[in-house]
């Protein structure tokens, strides 16, 4: 069986962290990994994390299976921090490995409820592509970003989402989009839901960042806007950056509706995909995630934490963009950008130049981790951007 296999290609940006590895200069920079970086190049872990863990261990008496669905108290506590405490929709949720699951349980959600087409902006996180084509879904694609200018597509995009046809699913990202970090204003949201919510097409929201762009409140905003304008959503929410959990893969997939029975329905159908697929998801992630949000000190403790990541993020970008000055004609875009990723005009040898001559990691595609950056170092960088 396994001859008639064909090797399939290695995840490019997961190859590239270990050609970043093998690189022997002592002031190499990767900005190519999408994991949080501090000012020592370090990924760390929250202090309200490791407290959490403390408590759990000191309190957990049973490693028994919890159920297909996850926990029932953290998938509460993490829709009031995503869907908001008064949320005027009800919401459904199970549990799943991480963001990526809560996707791919979306996207068999949405081929077994009969929908035959989802809506990805260009560009999106590639691996977005990969999941709904996995399960068959036909994918169409709305512009979203101009590269060569920096600047958000906004018309173009509602004038691709007026031809999709009522029932198509719509891909949006809650914010922090990966890869450009293109922020969506309060007016572009109201347009987005008008013509979402007119033609009747269902949007499903991956927030991934949440905290990490216009802050915990700010960054689902939009969201919270558009699933209050729309009979139905699915929101897949993950846990990998915003608590720093990137292996513990913690998530969560919400079907959200205005009526209760709709979306037990669906809930009843992604328990039921997730009993035949990975039957359960793991426990200590959500056990962490639980802890903080229903722990006052902890979670002041964490939020306080995930701001200062926020803001250092920001001004990495405003240093950045700033010494970047006439690279490109709209370089001061990349400083008003939000979260880890910005998507930069360069050509695929410009990338490979970067990396042969200075040491500068990042995939061909152009998009740059603003964490890989330290302050300190964040003008000689800059420099070598502005060299090639
Ligand atoms: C836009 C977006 N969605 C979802 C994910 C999934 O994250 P995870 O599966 O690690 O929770 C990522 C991770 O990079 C992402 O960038």
Not at 270 to 275: D, E, F, K, N
Request: with cysteine; net charge neutral; glycine share 10%.
């Amino acid at each position: 069986m396994f001859e008639r296999l064909t090797r399939q290609p290695d995840d490019p940006l997961l190859a590239l962290i270990g050609i970043f590895k093998a690189d022997p200069r002592a002031d190499k920079v990767d900005l190519g990994v999408g994991v949080y970086r501090d000012e020592a190049g370090h990924s760390p872990i929250f202090r309200a994390v490791k407290a959490a863990e403390r408590l759990i261990w000191e309190s957990q008496d049973s490693k028994a299976y919890v159920a297909p669905e996850g926990d029932q108290a953290f998938l509460d506590l993490l829709w009031a921090m995503v869907g908001g405490k008064s949320s005027p929709v009800y919401a459904a949720g199970v549990q799943t490995p991480g963001g990526s699951g809560a996707l791919r349980l979306a996207a068999d959600l949405i081929r077994q409820a009969g929908t035959g087409k989802i809506w990805l902006g260009l560009p999106s996180w590639p691996n977005h592509a990969g999941i709904f084509a996995a399960v068959g879904l036909q994918i169409e694609t709305y512009p979203y970003f101009d590269v060569p200018s920096q600047t958000l597509q906004l018309d173009s995009m509602l004038a691709a989402l007026q031809r999709a046809a009522p029932g198509d699913a719509v891909l949006l990202h809650a914010s922090c989009h990966n890869p450009t970090g293109a922020p969506l204003s309060t007016d572009d949201w109201a347009r987005i839901t008008a013509v979402i919510a007119a033609r009747g097409l269902v949007p499903l929201i991956d927030s991934a960042y949440q905290g990490f762009g216009a802050g915990l409140e700010g960054d689902v905003a939009g969201l919270r806007a558009l699933i209050a304008a729309v009979p139905e959503a699915l929101v897949a929410v993950s846990c990998s950056k915003s608590f720093g959990l990137y292996r513990e893969r913690t998530g969560a997939l919400y079907a959200v509706a205005a009526a209760k029975a709709a979306a037990e329905t669906a809930r009843s159908n992604l328990v039921a995909i997730a009993r035949t697929s990975y039957s359960m998801p793991p426990d200590h992630g959500s056990a962490i995630v639980k802890t903080i949000l229903g722990t006052p000190a902890l979670y002041e403790d964490w939020s306080n934490e995930l701001d200062s990541m926020r803001e250092r993020l920001a001004s990495l970008r405003r240093s950045f963009a700033a010494a970047l000055g006439d690279r490109w004609s709209n370089s001061l875009a990349i400083g008003k950008q939000e979260g880890m990723f910005s998507l930069l005009p360069l050509t695929p040898a410009e990338v490979m130049s970067l990396r042969d001559k200075h040491g500068v990691y990042m995939p061909t595609s152009g998009r740059i981790n603003v964490a890989g950056l330290k302050l300190s170092d964040v003008t000689r960088v800059a420099g070598l951007f502005r060299s090639i």
